[in-house]
Each structure stands twice: as C-alpha cells, then as structure tokens.
C-alpha cells in the first residue's frame, strides 16, 4: 500500500505543479485539464482550462493535486506535506526553494531529532516540512 498526498487548488494547480517540479527535481507525468476530460461537457465552462488532475513523480513518491470549483475550496489547514532529504544540503535547498514567496513558520535548523528542519507555507498555500534526519 502506498499513501500519496493529494492536493486542491484554487485554480493555480498548473502553476504549482510547474513549481514543485523545479524545486523537488520530480517529473510531471499527468497534466490534464477539465476540458480534455471525457466528461467535459458536464463541467462549468470557467473550470475548463483549470486542472482536473495532476501527477508529479518524485523517484517512488507520487505528489498529486487538481483545481477544484471554487465553491468547493478550502485553505489547507491541519496537515503538512513531509520531504526527508537526505543531506542537509538539499534539504537546505528545496526549503528556501519552496519558501519563495511564500512564509517561513519555523527556519531551517539543526533540531535536537534533525540535522535540518524547517516548516513553511509555499506561495501556493501548500504547508511544508522538510527534514534531513541525522546520519548514523
């Protein structure tokens, strides 16, 4: 069994996903739109060139996410989306990669459990940990 987060957007799924992409050094593997969807013709016409789903493949990880009407949506609250790096470098890396115009809640330090932690919320609104555990 494998658990994958899945996250909702507010019509920037696309813009997000490019930038997860770039910061996490994953692949898009599935971008389709509501208008590409066989069931297109039952979707409000401003949701059409919003994302139905996306995949973004991190080595054995998948990272998924759509637009949803935005009725529907709702700011993430009370999870985070966990990255284990495994040097202090990239994990260092992908935190200030991801904190790009989006807030800081807890720097990138040494913990008395990590060699690195720190927590944000990207420009998105996506929560972040990411962590470097200490080598033994």
Not at 66 to 93: H, L, M, N, T, W
């Amino acid at each position: 069994m494998k658990l994958n987060p899945y996250l909702m957007f507010n019509g920037n799924c696309e813009a997000a996903f490019k930038f997860y992409e770039q910061c996490l050094g994953g692949k898009i593997t599935m971008m389709m739109t509501h208008k590409e969807a066989p069931s297109a013709e039952n979707v409000s016409p401003e949701l059409h060139d919003k994302i139905m789903h996306a995949c973004l493949e991190l080595e054995d990880r998948l990272l998924m996410g759509s637009d949803c009407p935005p009725e529907y949506f709702e700011p993430p609250q009370g999870f985070y989306v966990q990255i284990s790096a495994p040097e202090p470098d990239e994990a260092e890396r992908i935190f200030h990669a991801l904190a790009e115009n989006g807030k800081v809640k807890m720097p990138i330090a040494q913990t008395f459990w990590s060699v690195r932690f720190g927590m944000l919320i990207d420009q998105f609104g996506t929560p972040w940990m990411v962590n470097c555990e200490q080598v033994v």
